[in-house]
């Protein structure tokens, strides 16, 4: 299915009919069914590794997380991004500014209406590459034993607001994110709904969706230097 989102100082009308217009040249295509297949948790570590002509090592660390629909998607979502978004993220400063044995850091989270994945992104020099893994996974486990700060929770949801702000200076912007939310969860207006959510969010549902995830094993999937063996 298709649906048009049209933000500005425009004539529904004109709109309309020159969406009517443009549209009516599509042709019918077949219809195609997606496999409802979901990100499974593991038992055990998956690995997938390739070597490429590259000079360092880059890997994602995926879990498995809620549907984009569930309830704890909030608490996920925050937990992700407080930890690991940005060079001022405790992932960021340990293994790079701290330890210094990783080029970049960073944790995000993916979710759609079929699954989520939480993503640990890593770049590092091909001899620091068992080092920094371990050292990533140890941390993420201190982490979930000390808890998340309440500073750290702050500056996400202070990140979160500016961005859907900024989100809406724009026409395309505006249309843009009408589009993301009805088509996630068949509300346009969902966004405002889904900020109250993030910002309800206490540090201890954040500390625990971390906690909640490293019962799972990850996805490794890394691009190495053609000569480094893994």
């Given amino acids: 299915s298709l649906s048009l989102f049209i933000v500005g100082d425009v004539s529904k009308e004109k709109a309309f009919e020159l969406a009517q217009k443009q549209f009516s040249k ?4 077949k219809n195609y069914t997606i496999p409802k297949a979901a990100p499974a948790a593991f038992k055990t570590p998956k690995v997938v590794a390739v070597g490429k002509d590259v000079q360092e090592c880059h890997v994602q660390l995926a879990w498995a997380a809620p549907r984009i629909t569930d309830s704890l998607i909030p608490a996920f979502d925050v937990m992700c991004t407080s930890v690991g978004q940005g060079e001022s993220s405790r992932i960021y400063q340990h293994l790079v500014k701290n ?51 309440n500073s750290e929770l702050e500056r996400v949801k202070s990140s979160l607001e500016a961005e859907i702000i900024g989100g809406k200076e ?9 589009g993301y939310y009805f088509i996630q969860f068949g509300d346009p207006e969902y966004e ?37 063996t893994v």
Wanted: glycine share 6%; charged share 25%.
């Fill in 26 to 29: 599509l042709k019918a295509q």
């Fill in 170 to 178: 724009t026409v395309e912007g505006y249309a843009r994110r009408l």
């Fill in 99 to 149: 330890k210094k044995i990783a080029l970049d850091a960073q944790m995000g989270l993916v979710a759609t209406a079929r699954g989520g994945l939480a993503i640990h992104g890593l770049t590092m020099a091909p001899e620091q590459l068992e080092g920094t893994l371990q050292e990533a996974l140890s941390f993420l486990e201190k982490t979930a034993s000390e808890g998340i700060e």
């Fill in 192 to 228: 405002r709904k889904y900020l109250d959510s993030v910002l309800a969010v206490t540090k201890e549902q954040a500390t625990s969706a971390l906690v909640d995830l490293l019962k799972t094993q990850p996805m490794i999937s890394m691009i190495h230097p053609k000569n480094h």
